[in-house]
């Protein structure tokens, strides 16, 4: 799903925001493993000032699992309880519902000593589009949730999925947008496919795509399409051309067709064909 974002889209997003926290006691941050910063929206800091926090890795299926470590250290060093997943398995949710209770256990302690005892945590989970909000929660709430009905101070119909006796979330999750300001993160989310890059354009993409490819996981991408030691050692639209004849995309004549392999080598990088690849790691995020 790629997204346009207007300053008219920011401003909705940003006052749904503001009131569904009102209503929380925890915030599950969904980002996206491959690009752990470039997917995530600072202004989450701001927006969940004084709530209980967890960061959520996910599509850690088709990031680099040497990475996947360094970023769960990363937010970690940062004091935020950090897991990741693949939304899509029910397994990975235990993990993550012994992360909301450390995530909450602050929360909890304060209660107690007011006497109260026994009030479920409310979590909502944000993120940017495509990162997979949705995916998680249905995968966390299970067919056993039970849906608790309208309360009054709700906004928006939202309702409650009870989890247990500890937890309830809300819903519907709340739509970062992302940054930017930062053409890197810019470039990054477009290939991922959570913004349309209207500069690069696909076969543009690609270039970069392939030319990150060759500078940090250069067996993978010579594997994938037997490229020769010369094919990979020329310029990125050399290579993208190779591609186009290896993988038989030719226009009329025989000539390669640059946008239909740009698109295959797009494809095969988001469905995971081309390997568990993470875009940045820690330390070079604007790199
Ligand atoms: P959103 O609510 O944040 O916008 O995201 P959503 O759940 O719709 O998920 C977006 C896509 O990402 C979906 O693919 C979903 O299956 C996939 N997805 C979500 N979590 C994971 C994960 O942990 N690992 C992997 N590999 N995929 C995940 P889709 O329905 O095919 O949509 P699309 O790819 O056509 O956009």
Known sequence: MQVQWYPG???????????????????????????????????????????????LLNK?????????????????????????ADARRRADMRPIQTAVQTACREKKERDLRRGIKNRP????VVGIPNVGKSTFINSYAGRACARTGNK???????????????VELL???????????DEQVGMRLAMLGSVKDEVLGLEGLSLKLLEFLRGR??????????????????EPVS??????????????????????AARLVIDDFRSGRLGAITLELPGEERG
């Open 60 to 84: 850690a299926d088709l990031a680099d699992e040497a990475a996947n470590r360094a970023w769960e250290d990363y937010f970690r060093e940062r004091g935020l309880v950090t897991v990741r």
């Open 217 to 234: 996981y250069p067996e993978t991408l010579r594997e994938r399409y037997q490229l020769s030691g010369t094919a990979m050692e020329g």
């Open 152 to 166: 009054p101070g709700v906004t928006r119909g939202n309702q409650w999925i009870r989890l247990g006796k500890d």
């Open 239 to 260: 290579l993208l051309m190779e591609i186009a004849r290896i993988r038989n995309c030719l226009l009329k004549g025989s000539k390669p067709d640059g946008e239909k």
């Open 171 to 181: 819903d519907t999750p709340g739509i970062l947008w992302p940054k930017f300001e």
């Open 121 to 124: 945590v409310r979590a909502m």
């Open 9 to 55: 889209h920011m401003t909705k997003a940003k006052r749904a925001m503001k009131e569904d926290m009102k209503l929380v006691d925890l915030v599950i941050e969904l980002l996206d493993a491959r690009a752990p910063l470039s997917s995530r929206n600072p202004d989450i800091d701001e927006l969940g000032r004084g709530k209980a926090r967890l960061v």
